[in-house]
């Protein structure tokens, strides 16, 4: 049915992702030839794609409950990480990596996104006035695809995980789509900022080929605006959009909370069956 499936980011929202697909997918023998992917969506594509998206629900869970909060303050002075996101999501692509890259390399040609600042701009500027557009999108556009860091000269390149030739390319590949600094480590190529790749656009459609077919487009926020599930002509294709028919109960980047993390989850099923449902009627998005 869906020639192509776009994963938006969100960080730990995207565990929804996860339950839509996990209710879905089977039932619409939905295998797509491409997948384009950002940040926290890189992370769950790859782990669908492996089929490894329901251990890693678990995986992350118990990682929580273990965390129990976002910030450490204790090791302020200890020469610690204040963060723990960073050695969360390195340790969880470890584990559930493994053994993983053979049937990912068989199955759709995963292609992740990455931001670099602009040419004009490098250096500690670049990183803050990235981390400033991707908040105001975040917090306050009500843009599917706001522009603005685009119009500043942000660059947003895909990258394809079948070219990854081991686990940890693709580990450091996904650390790289996800740069948010400080809860990650800064990173810099060839002088300049590399930025989660949403900064640019956190629903990354530009992964996609132009060619005639159907896409299936799996949001991680509300956008008040647009019907819970809705179809767009795109040129020869149709793109259809979901969204969580609710708010999700979590923020981005909340690793202390393995109770919201489980109902993200169940609300993504739940999403995935009232879907299911609507094709079942006839009905369209």
Same mark, same amino acid.
């Given at each position: 049915?869906?020639?192509?499936?776009? !994963?938006? @980011? &969100?960080?730990?929202?995207?565990?929804?992702?996860?339950?839509?697909?996990? $209710? %879905? *997918?089977?039932?619409?023998?939905?295998?797509?030839?491409?997948?384009?992917?950002?940040?926290?969506?890189?992370?769950?594509?790859?782990?669908?794609?492996?089929?490894?998206?329901?251990?890693?629900?678990?995986?992350?869970?118990?990682?929580?409950?273990?965390?129990?909060?976002?910030?450490?303050?204790?090791?302020?002075?200890?020469?610690?990480?204040?963060?723990?996101?960073?050695?969360?999501?390195?340790?969880?692509?470890?584990?559930? !990596?493994? @053994? &993983?890259?053979?049937?990912?390399?068989?199955?759709?040609?995963?292609?992740? $996104? %990455? *931001?670099?600042?602009?040419?004009?701009?490098?250096?500690?500027?670049?990183?803050?006035?990235?981390?400033?557009?991707?908040?105001?999108?975040?917090?306050?556009?009500?843009?599917?695809?706001?522009?603005?860091?685009?119009?500043?000269?942000?660059?947003?390149?895909?990258?394809?995980?079948?070219?990854?030739?081991?686990?940890?390319?693709?580990?450091?590949?996904?650390?790289?789509?996800?740069?948010?600094?400080?809860?990650?480590?800064?990173?810099?190529?060839?002088?300049?900022?590399?930025?989660?790749?949403?900064?640019?656009?956190?629903?990354?459609?530009?992964?996609?080929?132009?060619?005639?077919?159907?896409?299936?487009?799996?949001?991680?926020?509300?956008?008040?605006?647009?019907?819970?599930?809705?179809?767009?002509?795109?040129?020869?294709?149709?793109?259809?959009?979901?969204?969580?028919?609710?708010?999700?109960?979590?923020?981005?980047?909340?690793?202390?909370?393995?109770?919201?993390?489980?109902?993200?989850?169940?609300?993504?099923?739940?999403?995935?069956?009232?879907?299911?449902?609507?094709?079942?009627?006839?009905?369209?998005?």
């Amino acid at each position: 049915m869906f020639d192509q499936v776009v !994963f938006a @980011g &969100g960080g730990v929202r995207c565990t929804w992702q996860i339950g839509f697909w996990d $209710a %879905v *997918a089977s039932e619409i023998q939905l295998s797509p030839r491409v997948v384009s992917a950002v940040s926290a969506g890189a992370l769950v594509s790859s782990l669908i794609l492996m089929g490894k998206s329901l251990a890693a629900v678990d995986h992350f869970a118990t990682a929580f409950r273990t965390n129990g909060r976002n910030i450490h303050w204790q090791n302020l002075f200890k020469g610690k990480p204040v963060f723990p996101h960073h050695h969360i999501y390195r340790h969880a692509m470890r584990k559930l !990596f493994t @053994g &993983g890259l053979k049937k990912l390399h068989s199955t759709a040609d995963l292609r992740i $996104a %990455v *931001a670099y600042s602009p040419e004009w701009l490098s250096g500690p500027l670049a990183l803050l006035l990235g981390i400033g557009i991707d908040y105001t999108d975040t917090y306050f556009s009500r843009s599917l695809h706001p522009s603005s860091a685009r119009r500043l000269g942000y660059r947003q390149f895909f990258h394809s995980a079948h070219n990854c030739t081991d686990e940890l390319e693709l580990e450091r590949l996904i650390l790289t789509s996800s740069c948010t600094p400080p809860l990650t480590p800064r990173q810099q190529r060839e002088g300049a900022e590399i930025l989660d790749g949403g900064v640019v656009d956190s629903v990354p459609v530009g992964g996609l080929d132009p060619e005639p077919g159907r896409v299936l487009i799996l949001l991680t926020r509300n956008y008040p605006q647009y019907p819970w599930c809705f179809t767009c002509r795109k040129g020869d294709q149709l793109w259809t959009y979901v969204q969580p028919i609710r708010p999700l109960p979590i923020r981005v980047w909340d690793f202390a909370n393995p109770q919201a993390l489980t109902r993200v989850f169940h609300a993504g099923r739940a999403d995935g069956q009232a879907f299911l449902a609507m094709l079942l009627a006839g009905e369209h998005c």
